[in-house]
């Protein structure tokens, strides 16, 4: 009786932790723009901070459906926060070690490139990114994420060997405004572990099915042997044109050779 009443309270225990699968250990999850949400990989993000303080909460992005995550985690890239402003979020570290960053981004409004353009930067020093344009990189309506190694080591902040101090266990990051349309960001979320512990959207198709099917159909393939039937029906043409070229001059001989040859013989 023990025995099944251990294992009811340990399978209530799995349905009410989510279990994250292949992720390192979570340290903060947000959904900018967004309420609270558990993705496909179990991370749990907490609802913007931010929110009725800083910048502007939309959700013009669920006009959309978002490509390269499953449809359960589109939320996550059709809610967004941007600001007319540079803005951030304060990330809380507390131990040393090795850490990623997770910025998860989608165009959801220019149908051009060089309309949206920001950097970021971490800890008010190092650019982690350098004149961000999601539609240049991916298109419109599809996720991107940029991921961010750092290490911290007693008290300092190393990225990419530049270091600066980390101030009452926070770092920062920020979308900084600069001469394109408002910086923004749609959710994050940071891990204590290796880029190699983060999940990684699909590749990118280079071509759409639709398309390369529609391709194909206007332009079927036209079989080897017809190609070559036509190549030798040319050359036996041109043959046959000029064997008439050179027998013509015979006939010509031989018509005016017969009445000739006809009054002869009346002599």
């Given at each position: ?46 609802r ?67 309309q ?17 344009d ?53 959710a ?26 529609s ?26 044109e ?26």
């Amino acid at each position: 009786m023990r025995i099944k009443y251990v294992l009811i309270v340990y399978i209530s225990i799995l349905y009410i932790i989510p279990i994250v699968h292949g992720v390192g250990q979570i340290i903060y999850a947000i959904n900018a723009g967004g309420e609270a949400h558990v993705d496909s990989h179990g991370v749990k993000y907490e609802r913007d901070p931010l929110h009725g303080h800083v910048g502007v909460a939309s959700d013009y992005g669920k006009r959309l459906l978002i490509g390269r995550v499953p449809p359960h985690d589109h939320i996550l890239y059709q809610t967004e926060r941007y600001h007319t402003a540079t803005f951030g979020y304060d990330l809380p570290i507390n131990e040393d070690g090795d850490y990623v960053l997770v910025l998860k981004f989608c165009e959801v409004y220019f149908n051009a490139p060089d309309q949206k353009v920001f950097d970021i930067v971490l800890n008010g020093e190092h650019t982690v990114v350098a004149d961000l344009d999601i539609f240049a990189k991916v298109n419109k309506g599809i996720a991107h994420d940029e991921y961010v190694p750092f290490k911290v080591s007693k008290g300092r902040l190393i990225v990419n060997r530049e270091e600066s101090d980390i101030i009452r266990g926070k770092i920062r990051v920020e979308f900084i405004k600069g001469y394109k349309d408002n910086p923004k960001i749609n959710a994050l979320y940071m891990i204590k572990g290796n880029v190699e512990d983060v999940p990684k959207l699909p590749p990118l198709n280079e071509e759409p099915l639709e398309s390369f099917e529609s391709k194909v159909e206007k332009e079927p393939e036209i079989a080897p042997k017809a190609r070559i039937r036509t190549t030798a029906q040319k050359i036996l043409d041109l043959y046959e044109e000029e064997e008439s070229s050179i027998m013509l001059p015979v006939f010509i001989v031989i018509g005016a050779f017969i009445p000739v040859l006809f009054c002869l013989c009346k002599l």
